[in-house]
């Protein structure tokens, strides 16, 4: 199903745009070149299809866009496909809000971005990050309580939105665990994420780009929002983005890494005209 529609009114405005130029170049060219009576009919087909394939390639671009580059209130903001290990700069990896690093497929999943971190991109022995994380100077606001009932995991909570900076990885407190270890978020425990996050982010950037991909998306559970799609995700964290505070100077810039398999789900294309205003 095409993201686009075949007659949406930014695709007919960027083919007008480019037909214009064609147009005008043509009829400045016919000024001082005679077209012969004979070549008149099979000029004006190939024009014609000429205009076609120009509108098909337009929209079939629209539809197959996998990368843009937008301004909110003064910082760049790329939103692309790709491997967010492969970013330059701070890397954003979403935790529990007991920052666990038990990847057993119950409280963290080895194909979720947490696990990938954890087992293929640590560098390190598991036991230097639990005592990094153990040992990080997080404001007294953050640390919640003690949760001596949990049975399996670490029993500190954390805030969400708590951010521990990690070699070039913002490790990030994102989702809340039940009693069964089942990961969950209200929206407005979401919006409350989101807010505390970026204002994170602005203390310990330090000028660096900042790479994450769409929180919310995978298996965190959003109460009574079961089927939000990426998209609509997308637009949210971009929203919270413009309302916060955070602010990244030239060069750095936030980009969002999309996953290729999910690319065909978001419309890239609305996202680039409401930032635009089209």
């Known amino acids: 199903m095409a993201k686009v529609s075949f007659f949406d009114k930014r695709v007919v405005r960027k083919f007008l745009e480019t037909t214009s130029v064609i147009s005008g170049t043509l009829s400045f060219a016919v000024i001082f070149f005679d077209i012969p009576a004979e070549w008149k009919l099979k000029a ?3 024009f014609l299809a000429l205009l076609t394939l120009i509108y098909l390639v337009t929209w079939l671009r629209s539809n197959n866009l996998n990368s843009i580059n937008i301004n909110i209130e003064g910082s760049d903001v790329a939103i692309k496909t790709g491997d967010i290990f492969q970013q330059q700069g701070l890397k954003v990896i979403a935790f529990n809000e007991y920052f666990d690093t038990l990847v057993d497929n119950r409280i963290i ?7 990938i971190f954890i087992q293929k991109h640590l560098g390190a022995p598991l036991s230097e990050l639990d005592r990094h994380i153990e ?3 997080f404001d007294d606001s953050e640390v919640l309580d003690e949760n001596e009932a949990r049975k399996q995991g670490k029993k500190k ?7 521990c900076l990690y070699k070039d990885y913002l490790l990030t407190a994102l989702s809340k665990f039940d009693k069964n270890n089942k990961a969950l978020l209200t929206m407005p425990e979401y919006l409350e994420f989101l807010i505390n996050f ?11 780009s900042v790479s994450t991909t769409i929180f919310g998306s995978g298996i965190t559970r959003i109460k009574g929002h079961k089927n939000i799609s990426d998209e609509d995700l997308l637009k949210i964290m971009l929203w919270t ?4 505070e955070m602010r990244f100077k030239y060069p750095a810039k936030l980009t969002i890494v999309i996953h290729k398999d ?4 978001i419309n890239l294309l609305d996202i680039k005209s409401v930032r635009n205003g089209a």
């Open 262 to 265: 999910k690319i065909d789900q």
């Open 198 to 208: 970026w204002d994170k982010v602005n203390n310990v950037y330090a000028q660096q």
């Open 241 to 244: 983005f413009r309302i916060s």
């Open 157 to 163: 909570r954390y805030q969400i939105g708590t951010i």
């Open 44 to 46: 004006g087909v190939a």
């Open 135 to 137: 040992e990080y100077s």
């Open 109 to 115: 999943s080895e194909t979720s971005l947490n696990g």
